[in-house]
């Protein structure tokens, strides 16, 4: 993407849609036939709230406990990413997915972690 410098880029009808969760929301609203989104309103909302709390937090703090910190630092970074994660998982317990049943959008927000 030239302008925005950045990717994933989704080019539709020639007009560009950058950013992940833009573009799968993107994807859910113009090919409703097989929905990536709930349909329940409250659902949707916590959808996203999960899906901001994986790009906010549990990425960052993913990436910098791995790769981006040593010693003193990276102990700390991973008690975050641990911490994290663990939200996530008492989110999971009694589900075989975010969507339930079905994959869908936090799970893929979730398939980068």
Not at 73 to 80: C, D, P, S, Y
């Amino acid at each position: 993407n030239p302008v925005h410098k950045k990717v994933p880029v989704l080019v539709h009808n020639d007009k560009s849609i950058v950013e992940s969760q833009i573009i799968l929301e993107y994807i859910d609203e113009t090919w409703p036939g097989h929905p990536i989104m709930p349909q329940d309103p409250y659902d949707r909302a916590m959808a996203r709230f999960w899906a901001n709390f994986i790009d906010d937090k549990c990425l960052p703090s993913t990436w910098k406990a791995l790769f981006w910190t040593r010693g003193e630092e990276q102990r700390k970074a991973l008690e975050e990413a641990e911490e994290n994660l663990g939200f996530m998982e008492k989110e999971l317990e009694k589900k075989k997915l975010f969507g339930g049943e079905n994959f869908g959008f936090v799970d893929m927000v979730a398939n980068s972690i």
